[in-house]
């Protein structure tokens, strides 16, 4: 695969720009239409189906790192490390072969087990639902793999292109079978278990086409991945822990309608990690890419970018603050108001996330992944004591401050790591005026919201009140010109 030069080299903003609406894009048709289709699903759904299909994508969230051992990590450094264009297909086909021959083992011995301890966890039946989501869990992770390589070199609309199609589709046949055929949350699984098997199809068709993909299989490239991916799977086992710990321990401790309100809370909140990923998307090879070859320019840009992120992030999470129960009466119905007050605080864990992502991607490149490990079994630890310990106490609405918390201890231990290996200067000042900002407008939200009793008042005198906080973003950070520029 050719390559137009160096993909650090040019305005990191631009890239930004150009790649990462591909990614939002692809966010939006993909994981945002579940979103969309929710007040479907609440129609012909009962609350107890939505949370058996919560329930199963919270345990399926951690399957793939046992069946890739977090090997697709390794194209971060070997893909920017060796440009070698046949080392590239090597390392490719050799980790796809290993993951489909480990993934057949892990899947098969997985859903066994589900017959000795899913029922008499989360009253879910293992046959047939457990066999339906977490078999095509394996096609995923094999599309996943392409389309993390591809990403390695920005060929974002590629991707777009390829799961756009795939969720499309996976939704027609998940429609069919959930309204004229009346199958209840086995079409809801289906939905998500056709767009997997869908993905896989493209990715191999896209890869042999492109002659990426090969029958070959090269045991010292994957030892080579293996030394540096697998002290990253507790890594890639924190955020999956963060999102999906809470959900489990509410369906284990309060059933599976609770399950379905929090879900429903997490749901809307991931609209952050949508803006969120389609930025880091982008910008983790950047910066790896520009670490390699301009470590002055590079330490600049990532300071930069942690007030945009900043800005970008809290931007997006005072939305969901001022617009939360109006987002879950568009999406659900009254059963499910509750989930309206966890919005705004787990929208937090992705604001810190974006931060930890962009600090993170430095102890990638130094390859100090014993280090993210150390520091995402702290955070994650902590985060599932004190759900255990609280849930019972106070009730699944302690969660979302659980998990705040501890994607705090996580960013600050990544950041001071990551600082002493690459020498970033953030502009604290900026990033204190900005979070401070924030924290006054979610008083005087609170505060307005007791005082003004008129719904059509408060949601004028809110929209006026994020505007003006909207303001104050764009004059700390300067970003007048920039934002100018783009619309050009």
């Known amino acids: 695969m050719s390559e137009k030069g160096e993909i650090h080299s040019g305005s990191w903003v631009k890239k930004i720009s150009k790649n990462g609406k591909w990614y939002l894009l692809t966010s939006i048709f993909t994981k945002g239409a579940a979103l969309v289709l929710l007040p479907v699903y609440v129609s012909y759904l009962t609350k107890e189906e939505i949370g058996v299909f919560t329930t199963l994508t919270s345990i399926g969230m ?40 480990s993934g057949l083992i892990v899947i098969s011995l997985f859903c066994l087990s589900t017959h000795f301890w899913l029922y008499k966890a989360y009253k879910i039946q293992a046959f047939p639902y457990a066999y339906l989501y977490f078999i095509p869990l394996l096609a995923l992770q094999l599309a996943n793999l392409g389309v993390l390589y591809l990403s390695q070199n920005l060929q974002a609309k590629q991707i777009s292109v390829l799961q756009i199609v795939t969720a499309i589709l996976g939704i027609a046949i998940g429609m069919v079978l959930l309204i004229p055929l009346k199958m209840g949350v086995t079409a809801r699984i289906m939905t998500e278990s056709s767009k997997f098997i869908l993905m896989l199809i493209g990715v191999i068709w896209f890869f042999r086409k492109n002659n990426i993909l090969h029958l070959v299989f090269d ?26 710990a809470a959900s489990l321990i509410i369906a284990n401790k309060e059933g599976l309608n609770t399950a379905a309100v929090y879900g429903l809370a997490v ?18 090879p950047v910066i790896s890419s520009s670490l390699v070859n301009e470590e002055a320019i590079a330490r600049k840009k990532i300071a930069e970018f942690s007030l945009l992120l900043m800005v970008v992030m809290l931007a997006a999470d005072a939305f969901l603050l001022t617009y939360g129960k109006q987002l879950v009466k568009i999406f659900a119905n009254r059963g499910f108001l509750d989930s309206a007050s966890l ?30 490990t150390l520091f995402v079994i702290i955070s994650a630890v902590v985060l599932l004591v004190l759900n255990l ?6 009730g699944f609405t302690i969660s979302p401050y659980i998990s705040v918390f ?49 719904d059509y008042l408060f949601f004028a005198v809110k929209t006026i009140m994020m505007l003006t906080l909207g303001t104050i973003f764009i004059v700390t950070g300067n970003y007048w010109k920039p934002l100018l520029a783009l619309v050009k």
Not at 219 to 226: A, G, M, V
Not at 389 to 394: A, G, M, P
């Open 62 to 101: 951690y399957l793939p790192i046992f069946i890739s051992f977090a090997l697709e990590s390794s194209f971060y450094k070997f893909f920017h490390t060796n440009k070698d264009p046949v080392f590239r297909q090597r390392l490719f086909s050799t980790v796809f072969w290993f993951v489909l021959a």
């Open 219 to 244: 045991r010292q490239i994957l030892k080579q991945c293996f030394k540096f991916s697998f002290p990253l799977i507790p890594n890639a086992l924190g955020p999956i822990i963060i999102t999906s």
């Open 267 to 284: 749901n809307i909140a991931l609209l952050l990690y949508y803006v969120q990923d389609s930025i880091t998307q982008v910008l983790i």
């Open 343 to 372: 919005i705004g605080t787990l929208g937090l864990v992705y604001v810190l996330g974006a931060q930890n992502r962009l600090y993170n991607a430095i102890l990638m490149f130094h390859s100090k992944n014993w280090s993210t």
């Open 389 to 394: 310990w609280l849930v019972r106490i106070y």
């Open 406 to 454: 501890s994607a705090i201890i996580n960013l600050v231990l990544v950041f001071f790591a990551a600082v002493k290996l690459t020498p970033v200067k953030p502009d604290f000042k900026k990033i204190g005026i900005v979070v401070s900002a924030f924290i006054v407008y979610v008083i005087s939200l609170e505060y307005t919201e007791k005082i003004i009793h008129s």
